[in-house]
């Protein structure tokens, strides 16, 4: 669904790596998945950042329940 983005994450030792991807089409709505991510990150004690259409970041596994929320409130924010 090219008006959806797309979140998968990675748990090892202790950590998770997040990475997210939307099309072209939500960027152009202003969706910016860097800024989503690295706000998301920041706010979990992680760091995340990259591309308006491909971002990643990192946090603590204990952390990841409350980087989803912070990130789905992000782009939802965008989205509107």
């Known amino acids: 669904d090219p008006y959806r983005p797309l979140v998968g994450a990675v748990r090892r030792d202790g ?3 997040v990475s997210a991807r ?3 089409l939500l960027a152009l709505g202003h969706v910016n998945l860097a800024k989503a991510m690295r706000e998301a990150g920041r706010r979990t004690g992680g760091d995340g950042g990259g591309h308006a259409t491909a971002a990643g970041a990192q946090i603590d596994e204990k952390k990841l329940p409350e980087f989803i929320d912070i990130l789905e409130e992000n782009l939802l924010r965008q989205m509107t």
Request: hydrophobic residues 35%.
């Open 15 to 17: 950590l998770v790596k």
């Open 22 to 24: 939307c099309s072209r």
